[in-house]
């Protein structure tokens, strides 16, 4: 049976069809979209990540000006060690730090409350600052 189709078990012949390389390659086009579209997402999220980190960075160097510009204004007298270490620290782990200082004295809060000017000011925000106090139960 030299040239004819197989026959199948249910006794109807089938053709046999070869795909050609112009149709592998269409077969294969899905597969190569799906695969850039996810390279490029991948590729636009990273640059979105060292966007946001090249901020923060920028961020920081500006509040540590602020600051130094803050305690020629307002004075380092009646300043609490507390809040100035908490502060200090928050800078030193790049303004990524979860620690909260908390005003205590008048000083304090002419401190901070400067600081949050200028950072508002300066379109960085108020959450930015390393500034709050624990929650006070009432009774």
Do not use: W
């Not at 040239?3 to 149709?23: D, I, V």
């Not at 490029?40 to 500006?62: I, S």
Request: charged share 25%.
């Amino acid at each position: 049976m030299i040239g004819y189709p197989a026959e199948t078990r249910a006794g109807r012949f089938e053709k046999r069809k070869t795909m050609t390389s112009q149709q592998n390659c269409l077969a294969c086009l899905p597969a190569i979209f799906v695969v850039l579209v996810l390279f490029n997402a991948v590729a636009v999220e990273h640059a979105r990540a060292n966007e946001r980190e090249d901020r923060r960075k920028e961020n920081c160097a500006r509040y540590q000006e602020m600051v130094a510009e803050a305690e020629v204004r307002v004075g380092t007298k009646g300043l609490t060690s507390d809040l100035m270490e908490k502060n200090l620290e928050f800078v030193k782990a790049g303004c990524l730090s979860n620690l909260r200082a908390c005003p205590i004295s008048g000083p304090d809060f002419e401190f901070v409350n400067l600081l949050t000017m200028m950072t508002i000011s300066a379109n960085m925000g108020s959450t930015f600052l390393p500034f709050g106090c624990p929650a006070r139960v009432s009774q």
